[in-house]
């Protein structure tokens, strides 16, 4: 599978931000889809992850209440919405997947990743 994030950009302390993750092939709704990020000089952190129904989603304690992560499976697409951006959000942000029902937050679960899109909020 192949996955194409995409959406990334400049935006302001308090803006907000919409990415996409198109995922190639007619198993889309077979993957469990998460989006980690990494700051420079940083490890890659998790984000957001999403099940394969989009019926269970989990977020990191630093963007809970300001990220929405949602799929829709129609379009092979995961989208992660960002809203009250600090500049603490800077980073390449990835989105990576993972056959099956269960869904995780350490990154050696996905073995699939896309290319991933840079953000920056300025302060």
């Known amino acids: 599978v192949q996955l194409q994030a995409s959406g990334g950009g400049l935006v302001q302390t308090g803006g907000s931000v919409g990415l996409s993750c198109v995922v190639s092939g007619r198993t889309f709704g077979s993957y469990a889809v998460a989006w980690f990020r990494q700051a420079p000089g940083k490890e890659r952190d998790f984000v957001a992850v999403i099940s394969r129904d989009g019926g269970n989603t989990l977020y990191a304690d630093s963007v809970k209440g300001r990220f929405t992560i949602s799929r829709d499976n129609a379009r092979n697409t995961v989208y992660l919405q960002m809203n009250s951006l600090k500049p603490e959000d800077t980073a390449v942000y990835y989105c990576?997947?993972?056959?099956?029902?269960?869904?995780?937050?350490?990154?050696?679960?996905?073995?699939?990743w896309g290319q991933g899109t840079l953000v920056t909020v300025s302060s």
């Open positions: 990576a997947a993972r056959v099956g029902y269960y869904y995780y937050t350490n990154m050696n679960e996905y073995d699939s």
